[in-house]
């Protein structure tokens, strides 16, 4: 009873500081509304306001459960960020356009955004498990679910739904690894309404941001008994698997994006389906 109250809890206020950060942002403007606003190829505005949102209650949420997993949300969200800005005109995609950039002496959003989350994320993996293996697997995990979640965000309500979906399971799940998914659901339930209407969009700022929260969720939540305390309930294995599933699905990004993008999930407004994608949209990087 306890632990459901402190979920339902943990959600809400998730949920609420999402809306609430959406709305001063949509307010405020920083820097003037074309700098939030794009028009996608349909012609419609999309404002950009979910993306820095989402990413706030993220990592705060997260660092109140686990600083370890606050700061890999919160270097997830700021490369997204750094992204968005930096990399809007950028036609390129995928990690091997950018490893070849940085090969000719070019550094990408791109590149920076990939090595800045790996960063982040195996330092935060060292510190959520105790063993040397778990703490590498841990951090791939990290990476890889950061990545997942802006590889299927190319339609509207794609990457918040994906969300819902793996992180409803860890819900039930006890300790650290349970608050952290309430957090993850929370913020994604929050904007899915104005994200299906194609009224915001995550942008790779939100995307990496709730995808690492997800993956510090299962850090947290797997891993050798030794290592991850009481926490653990699913062992080494666990990690593996998680960790297996991502890396495989960096190595057919195009092929998950093509996926995510029949996935049944029609905009809410009375118009025709369109593309999520924009002169800033999220890329599979």
């Not at 599933?245 to 057919?252: G, N, W």
Request: charged residues 15%.
């Amino acid at each position: 009873m306890i632990m459901g109250m402190r979920r339902t809890v943990t959600f809400a206020s998730a949920a609420a500081v999402t809306r609430a950060a959406t709305a001063a942002l949509r307010a405020a403007a920083p820097g003037g509304r074309d700098r939030w606003e794009r028009k996608n190829h349909a012609g419609r505005t999309v404002g950009l306001y979910a993306g820095p949102a989402s990413g706030v209650a993220a990592a705060l949420g997260a660092g109140r459960v686990r600083p370890a997993a606050g700061l890999a949300v919160l270097v997830a969200g700021v490369c997204g960020a750094y992204d968005d800005i930096a990399g809007a005109g950028d036609p390129r995609r995928g990690f091997r356009a950018h490893l070849c950039a940085l090969r000719d002496g070019e550094v990408t959003s791109g590149a920076v955004k990939l090595f800045g989350i790996s960063a982040g994320a195996l330092v935060a993996g060292a510190a959520l498990q105790e063993r040397p293996l778990d703490k590498v697997l841990a951090g791939v995990v990290i990476a890889g679910a950061a990545h997942f979640v802006n590889l299927v965000d190319v339609r509207p309500g794609r990457a918040a739904g994906a969300v819902l979906v793996l992180g409803a399971p860890g819900l039930l799940r006890k300790g650290a690894s349970g608050e952290l998914c309430a957090v993850a659901t929370g913020a994604a339930a929050s904007l899915l309404p104005d994200d299906l209407g194609e009224r915001v969009m995550l942008g790779d700022t939100g995307a990496h941001a709730l995808g690492a929260l997800l993956g510090t969720a299962v850090a947290a939540g797997w891993g050798s008994p030794r290592s991850s305390g009481a926490d653990s309930g699913g062992g080494r294995l666990g990690l593996v698997a998680h960790a297996a599933a991502f890396v495989a699905a960096a190595a057919y990004g195009a092929k998950v994006s093509e996926a995510a993008r029949s996935w049944g999930v029609a905009p809410t407004r009375a118009l025709p389906s369109t593309s999520h994608s924009n002169s800033l949209r999220s890329s599979p990087v």
